[in-house]
């Protein structure tokens, strides 16, 4: 029933085909083992309900059936978007981000690198996982799970930061293959901007936390203090120091 229903939101998008799965461990890992068989570009992994899903970190992403959209995007790179490998978490953030805002007219921001916020609660994260043959990169996958109804949300105690779905922003139901439609159609529409200077401004307009002071965790082992200040052109942090001096961070989680 739900992959029949699901078949007639997908039919008008450029994908190299798809799976649907009641349960899976992680569609990630589903991603990634298609995508070591052969898997084309743009073939795509959904799933009702995880049994291990996973954010960054290898820290648990819980998916309740039928509340929440967990789903798997295999990418081939081209050579030039190669250069933009970077840019990926931010390509996935800009398609949510997007499609909440011109289908449902709800403004999102980014939680650098890859949490979509809304009313500064997390209601959508990404992970990127990568596939190699050697030293040549055999694909790429981009991971987006999102918060659709309530029911999605775990319990307090299990919340590392303050979360919500999309129903509860919006006040009203929602249909989840209408947003997992959204967020594909404004993934391809992106993609052909990756790098592009559009590509970063609406990233940077989008960032969560300007002009505020942060802690950027997990990186190295010691945290980093400093001001939001944007993203620069290969899409890390930009951050300012009580001097006034500005750093970039690559990685790491930022906490208020």
Not at 22 to 44: E, K, Y
Not at 142 to 167: H, K
Not at 168 to 189: K, M, N
Request: aromatic letters at 8%; charged letters at 15%; glycine letters at 10%.
């Amino acid at each position: 029933m739900q992959e029949d229903k699901l078949r007639s939101y997908l039919v008008d998008l450029p994908l190299g085909g798809w799976r649907y799965f009641d349960r899976v461990t992680s569609t990630n890992d589903i991603a990634l083992a298609w995508a070591q068989a052969g898997a084309p570009d743009l073939a795509l992994v959904v799933a009702d309900d995880q049994s291990a899903g996973r954010g960054r970190f290898h820290r648990q992403w819980i998916t309740t059936p039928g509340a929440a959209l967990a789903i798997s995007l295999v990418l081939h790179p081209t050579p030039p978007e190669l250069h933009f490998l970077s840019h990926f978490a931010g390509l996935g953030a800009l398609a949510m981000h997007t499609a909440l805002k011109e289908n449902w007219q709800l403004e999102s921001q980014i939680k650098w690198p890859n949490d979509i916020l809304v009313n500064k609660c997390k209601v959508a994260g990404i992970l990127i996982e990568n596939t190699w043959l050697g030293d040549q990169l055999q694909a790429l996958v981009i991971g987006i799970g999102l918060n659709i109804s309530p029911r999605a949300i775990p319990p307090p105690d299990q919340l590392m930061f303050p979360a919500t779905s999309l129903e509860t922003a919006l006040g009203y139901p929602v249909d989840r293959w209408e947003v997992l439609r959204s967020i594909l159609y404004q993934l391809v529409t992106w993609r052909n901007q990756l790098g592009s200077l559009e590509f970063l401004k609406v990233w940077g307009d989008a960032l969560a936390f300007k002009g505020e002071w942060v802690t950027i965790s997990g990186t190295g082992g010691h945290d980093q203090v400093g001001q939001v200040v944007g993203i620069n052109a290969s899409g890390s942090l930009r951050l300012a120091g009580s001097n006034g001096e500005e750093f970039l961070i690559d990685a790491g989680d930022v906490h208020l």
